[in-house]
């Protein structure tokens, strides 16, 4: 997969990633302070929580350069993901119209 | 396994218990599963014949046997409410998660498809016995769960809060920590067989070339990984309800039994019926479609012609897999789902049935035209295209929500999933049985038994479940202890529970048939070659039975799994493993 | 083990890319997700038919939540960087970050245990209410999972890297599998931070 010369890029790499979650970690509690309202408190949150999210998935775990069958099983598992998540929250919040 | 260049050479001494107990070779795993598997759907099976005996005559005490079960299950002899529903509770999650699940992808599964791919074994044989070990925990808690005090679950095998947390809290806790053990056991198997199925294919065999039966695993696979984990989830927010005292599943201001519930409330009964459908519409397909896959394999080899429309059945069975993550909610029809939603499940619900009957389609076309072998084998496999059929048409009424209000909850839907689950899937494992005994044995099972098993338990198989749906269409509820009798309405259905209950008892006596057969074989049964049925799959270019590590040398595929009948060919197969179409001729048996 | 050889436990089959360990591992990661997922769809649907849900910070200690955040993370880059010293061939650093990763573990364990005990002094326990409840679950499931690889983590670093000498692509592998698992993990305490702490 990787060179043995590519590691000390690789190493490099990880460590800004490593930054970035640190300063994107306060960023959040920052916003938490701020008190804001429900919606865009919680879009907020989860927009930073998803970019964090990815940069652990596609550098620490090196999903960026992974096999088009992992990217394959993964795709379904995050769409099913979807389905369960939501599924039951839209099916409850639909009302019964008469 | 990674040491395999040192052990290589001393792998014949290996003792007793590491050769059949803890075994690590797929074929030992697998049979392991299958007769665990079949000592439950005998245990099942005998649940729902004590049931019978109270359904067809409620309140009377049960004569020679009636007496053995104690004071506190029948005292006198007599039924107490609480151990029928015992017994419907455990039937249900016996007959589906420790029968016919651990039979058709435990047992066959494990057996069949390293073999039927050419490959040495599974690709983690370690992780293929930790699996085996959990269902077998989880079998073991099952068991036990009937002997604490209040006896086991009496909830259903859906488990439905607020119920689930109200009735004796000790044999739900035992059940939900079994299907802990049993979801480990499928997640560590499902990881196993994907793993298998893509990297150990033998030289050759493309996807395209793979057997059906393969392909249903696959798929089955893909349903165990992803569906079962929600229920997990579940699983634990109900253990947490029933030992910590939280309220996930309970809602504010609940009261039962006169009396308010001393919780916190806030929790939504809803959520459990979500996350368990979702696991348990897919499960559905995980009992029929290993079945499909064991029906394919021996239509095609006693036909002896290929399968019409192999291509299809792929992409219908895969299509089928995807489609099963989104019908849940039609299980939630009168839970006061809004009409969008409703059409919604309505609609994929009326999709999925598409693939369904492709496959069935495929199926039956292939018989056209075949010189077909009647054996035992093919028979059950015969019988299961009618039965699974009844099973699928008797389901369009329960996924469209108008009919399903009337039908929801009475004995139609019971006579709707059995005819898919039990004269199908059964069947088809039973003709699965018969296939590849001699694979894993050396010997094929007697004819003359495998008939007299098969005739009786087709029979009564209809006089079980057909009278069910003209119950349930009367309007008859399946969850009365007295079978209907306190009810005007199910009065004129009522003689029909005397039907199905003798029709139980004496299909329960065919099965002896079987029974004698399976273990009078071992040692009588007649003996044959590599290849006894002519077939052209994978697993018949090993030994009966395989070594360990299965093939002398390592296989090569040339061409496609159902070559019958190829015009010119010297005969009428052209086995996959054969470079030459087959002129080559195999050991066979005379 | 087993009498022949299974292939491609080491090496990648050609057509997938692969090694059997490199998709077992993913499959498991797929159906880890689905529990999760599972997890947070009952978080949305109590959430919502709640009358009033409070704010994490009601509940729950902002700043150990904000360390223990830092602390998994680091954790992680010195996971990857045990990785890396091994693709160097540089074992005794390898030692070095895969030790300071277990030591993360304890150091994050330890903090949740100091959350766990403050609540129930103040007489917060998991059946108090629904918002407490899923937080009790979430979090505990998530210790357990870091309990786990902590326990593979903790074998690597001490009896299993004598694999280092004999087979050592296999045990880079191995690393890395434990590394998937360890980062999968972080990725989940960095959903679970927000949505229970901060909203």
């Given at each position: 997969m990787s060179h043995e010369i590519d590691i000390d890029k690789h190493v490099r790499t990880y460590l800004f990633v490593f930054g970035s979650l640190l300063a994107l970690t306060f960023i959040t509690v920052g916003i938490s302070y701020l008190h804001l309202s429900v919606v865009p408190a919680i879009g907020l949150a989860l927009a930073v929580a998803t970019v964090k999210g990815s940069l652990v998935a596609c550098y620490f775990m090196h999903l960026l350069s992974e096999r088009k069958l992992i990217y394959a099983v993964m795709l379904l598992t995050v769409l099913f993901f979807f389905f369960v998540l939501l599924g039951p929250l839209v099916t409850e919040t639909n009302p019964i119209e008469l | 396994m990674e040491d395999t260049h040192h052990e290589e050479h001393h792998h014949e001494e290996l003792g007793f218990w590491r050769k059949y107990v803890f075994s690590v070779d797929h074929k030992v795993i697998g049979i392991q599963y299958a007769i665990t598997g079949l000592l439950f759907l005998f245990f099942g099976f005998c649940l729902m014949m004590l049931m019978r005996w109270q359904l067809a005559f409620p309140g009377r005490a049960l004569p020679i046997i009636g007496g053995l079960f104690g004071d506190s299950r029948m005292p006198s002899g007599v039924m107490l409410p609480e151990f029928y529903n015992?017994?419907?509770?455990?039937h249900g999650t016996i007959m589906v998660f420790l029968g016919v699940v651990p039979l058709g992808v435990g047992g066959f599964g494990n057996f069949v498809v390293p073999l039927q791919i050419g490959a040495p074994d599974m690709a983690f044989p370690r992780l293929n016995m930790a699996s085996y070990w959990s269902f077998f925990l989880g079998g073991v808690t099952m068991l036990v769960s009937f002997f604490v005090p209040g006896g086991a679950a009496?909830?259903?095998?859906?488990?439905?809060?607020?119920?689930?947390?109200?009735?004796?809290?000790?044999?739900?806790?035992?059940?939900l920590i079994g299907m802990v053990f049993l979801i480990t056991s499928s997640l560590l198997g499902s990881v196993n067989f994907i793993t298998t199925i893509i990297q150990l294919r033998?030289?050759?065999?493309?996807?395209m070339r793979l057997p059906f039966f393969v392909w249903s695993q696959l798929v089955t696979a893909f349903l165990l990984l992803l569906a079962f984990p929600p229920l997990e989830a579940a699983g634990f927010m109900?253990?947490?309800?029933?030992?910590?005292?939280?309220?996930?599943?309970?809602?504010?201001?609940?009261?039962?039994?006169?009396?308010?519930?001393?919780?916190?409330?806030g929790g939504s009964p809803i959520l459990w019926q979500h996350l368990f459908w979702f696991l348990a519409h897919p499960e559905v397909y995980v009992l029929i479609l290993p079945a499909l896959g064991i029906v394919s394999e021996i239509v095609a080899n006693n036909t002896r012609k290929p399968l019409w429309g192999y291509k299809s059945l792929v992409y219908s069975v895969v299509f089928l897999g995807f489609m099963s993550f989104i019908v849940w909610a039609h299980h939630m029809f009168i839970t006061g789902m809004g009409t969008v939603m409703s059409s919604f499940f309505q609609t994929t619900t009326m999709i999925i049935s598409i693939p369904s009957v492709v496959i069935l389609t495929v199926l039956l076309l292939s018989?056209?035209?075949?010189s077909i072998r009647f054996n035992t084998p093919m028979l059950f496999a015969l019988a299961f295209l009618p039965m699974f059929a009844i099973g699928g048409l008797t389901g369009l009424p329960l996924g469209l929500s108008s009919t399903d209000i009337h039908l929801h909850d009475t004995y139609y839907v019971i006579g709707h999933f059995h005819y898919v689950v039990a004269p199908g899937s059964i069947f088809a494992l039973f003709a699965g049985i018969y296939y590849w005994y001699p694979k894993a044995t050396g010997r094929k099972m007697s004819e003359l038994l495998g008939k007299l098993h098969f005739w009786p338990s087709f029979i009564c198989m209809n006089f079980i479940f057909f009278p069910m749906l003209i119950q349930g269409m009367a309007g008859l509820n399946r969850r009365m202890y007295d079978g209907g009798a306190s009810y005007a309405h199910a009065q004129p259905v009522l003689h029909l529970n005397g039907v199905i209950s003798a029709a139980a008892w004496i299909m329960a006596l065919a099965q002896v048939f079987f029974v004698i057969n399976f273990f009078r074989s071992l040692k009588k049964g007649e003996r044959v070659g590599t290849n006894p049925w002519q077939a052209t799959t994978l697993e018949w270019a090993a030994p009966s039975p395989p070594p360990h590590g299965n093939f002398a040398t390592e296989p090569t595929v040339y061409r496609g799994p159902y070559e019958y009948s190829v015009p010119g060919a010297a005969q009428d197969f052209s086995p996959q493993f054969n470079p030459d179409g087959g002129s080559l001729s195999e050991n066979q048996t005379a | 083990m087993s009498a022949a050889a299974i292939p491609y436990t080491v090496e990648p089959r050609p057509d997938s890319g692969l090694n059997n360990v490199k998709i077992g591992i993913w499959l498991f990661l797929a159906s880890e997700v689905m529990l999760f997922g599972a997890l947070f769809a009952g978080y949305i649907l109590l959430r919502v038919g709640a009358e009033t849900w409070p704010r994490g910070a009601e509940f729950l200690s902002v700043p150990w939540a904000t360390t223990n955040t830092v602390v998994l993370i680091s954790s992680s880059v010195t996971m990857v960087l045990a990785w890396a010293a091994l693709m160097k061939k540089n074992f005794s650093r390898y030692k070095l970050f895969m030790g300071l990763t277990v030591l993360a573990g304890f150091g994050f364990l330890g903090i949740k245990y100091i959350e766990y005990t403050?609540?129930?002094?103040?007489?917060?326990?998991p059946s108090t209410n629904t918002f407490l409840s899923i937080y009790f679950l979430m979090t505990g499931l998530h210790a357990l999972h870091v309990i786990g690889g902590m326990v593979v983590n903790a074998y690597f670093w001490g009896p299993g890297s004598k694999m280092w000498k004999t087979h050592p692509?296999?045990?880079?592998?191995?690393?890395?599998?434990?590394?998937?698992?360890?980062?999968?993990?972080?990725?989940?305490?960095?959903?679970?931070f927000p949505i229970l702490y901060l909203l």
């Open positions: - | 015992q017994l419907g509770a455990m009496q909830a259903g095998w859906t488990a439905y809060p607020p119920l689930a947390e109200t009735t004796p809290a000790p044999g739900q806790a035992l059940w033998a030289k050759g065999l493309s996807f109900q253990l947490m309800d029933i030992v910590a005292g939280t309220s996930f599943f309970l809602p504010s201001g609940l009261v039962v039994s006169g009396q308010a519930l001393e919780v916190a409330g018989l056209w035209g075949g | 403050s609540k129930f002094h103040h007489g917060y326990f692509q296999q045990f880079i592998n191995r690393v890395e599998i434990a590394g998937l698992f360890w980062h999968f993990v972080d990725l989940v305490w960095i959903f679970l």
